[in-house]
């Protein structure tokens, strides 16, 4: 019932920007979450990049994307966005959004829900 739909992947120069959103539906609660945002290239692990727990937590995101990549949300539209910038090469991979009431799921990359992934490619 509950899914996570990502969209807004594409590729681009590096330097350039994307902006991916994750837009869940079939759930509506006022409780607290975590939201997460994991990307995979091929023959590497996947990566968890950025997260944030929505009762009172600040955004954690990893030293690979840190001060490029920015979460944001539309709560009117239940939709959480990942602002890229200064994209590289090494950025590219497949981008996956995640979702769990349970903040220790998402960070060890066992979130409940998570969204069909949206690839991300940059090159010159």
């Known amino acids: 019932q509950v899914q996570l739909v990502e969209s807004g992947g594409g590729t681009v120069k590096p330097g350039g920007s994307l902006r991916p959103s994750c837009q869940a539906s079939?759930?509506?609660?006022?409780?607290?979450?975590?939201m997460g945002w994991f990307r995979q290239a091929p023959g590497k692990e996947r990566e968890g990049i950025a997260r944030?727990?929505?009762?009172?937590?600040?955004?954690i995101y990893a030293d690979s994307v840190k001060g490029r990549f920015t979460m944001s949300r539309d709560s009117a539209k239940n939709t959480w966005y990942l602002q890229m910038n200064s994209l590289r090469p090494e950025d590219t991979a497949m981008y996956y959004c995640?979702?769990?009431?349970?903040?220790?799921?998402?960070?060890?990359?066992?979130?409940?829900?998570w969204g069909q992934g949206t690839q991300v490619t940059v090159s010159s």
């Open positions: 995640a979702a769990d009431g349970r903040l220790w799921a998402v960070v060890a990359g066992s979130a409940s829900y």
């Open positions: 079939g759930y509506s609660t006022s409780g607290s979450y975590c």
């Open positions: 944030v727990y929505t009762l009172g937590g600040s955004t």
